[in-house]
């Protein structure tokens, strides 16, 4: 396999009106043949961690975002430096036509997300799904009020992957503003419907004086997917 092309085949071609989504399958690659992309901390950071599937996480996620930014840069995949914000957010100092380039990351179960832009806040989430958890008391703890008010209204045959689809939706979002949870899950509202696209509302309008939109990427069994950007509606690109 070329050592610069495990991921994808198309160069990505960056603008502020898109937005390049990678799914990542990650049985699908061996980590021996990803390590060359790392940096000499992050080889270190792998090798520590003693959970197999942890590794492979952070390994095969870690070398296609180098991989990603490395196109976009020029740089060496290893040689690429992230910076990170208060809450932890990683970036780089990187500009792609005077745009700064947004990205963020996401796994769960065998699959990974990375979304790239330019010039606006992005999250991703994938999620895959657990039967086995308590979602009611987790939703009357995280969801806020009039979440919790429409969720009570779904069959209970549904409320499983309802469930799950909010979750994907408010997770991608407080990754997209960068405070994490601090932000406050309960503070801010989406969408229990199916819809491929839906805006955000806030409890408090002091909280943001930005716009929100939250995307349902795809469709994979026992996997709830969502991406949030600021600003204006973009276009989805999935790299091939």
């Known amino acids: 396999m070329n050592r610069n092309n495990q991921f994808f085949q198309d160069k990505i071609k960056l603008s502020d009106q898109e937005i390049h989504v990678l799914l990542l399958q990650l049985d699908s690659f061996e ?11 992050e080889r270190e950071r792998a090798n520590r961690l003693k959970i197999e599937e942890k590794k492979k996480q952070f ?14 840069s020029g740089m060496t995949a290893d040689k690429i430096l992230f910076s990170y ?4 957010k ?3 100092e990187y500009l792609h036509n005077d745009q700064p380039v947004e990205f963020n990351v996401s796994h769960s179960g065998n699959y990974a997300l990375i979304a790239v832009t330019l010039g606006c806040k992005i999250g991703v989430d994938i999620e895959m799904i657990n039967d086995q958890i308590d979602y009611r008391s987790l939703s009357e703890r995280f969801f ?3 979440e919790n008010e429409e969720f009570s209204k779904i069959d209970i045959g549904q409320q499983l992957e309802t469930f799950y ?15 994490g949870v601090a932000f406050g899950l309960d503070r801010f509202t989406v969408s229990l419907s199916d819809n491929s696209r839906t805006k955000i509302e806030f409890t408090d309008s002091q909280l943001t004086n930005e716009q929100w939109h939250c995307y349902n990427l ?3 069994e ?6 949030t950007c600021c600003g204006k509606e973009k276009k989805i690109i999935f790299c091939q």
């Open 31 to 41: 980590c021996d043949d990803l390590m060359f992309c790392l940096s000499d901390d």
């Open 59 to 72: 390994i095969i996620v870690r070398s296609a975002l180098r991989q990603m930014l490395s196109g976009l």
């Open 85 to 88: 914000g208060e809450h932890k």
């Open 90 to 92: 990683p970036y780089i």
């Open 144 to 146: 806020s009020v009039k």
């Open 165 to 179: 689809r909010v979750w994907a939706r408010k997770e991608s979002f407080i990754k997209a503003d960068g405070k």
């Open 218 to 220: 795809m469709d994979i």
């Open 222 to 227: 026992n996997y709830k997917t969502a991406l």
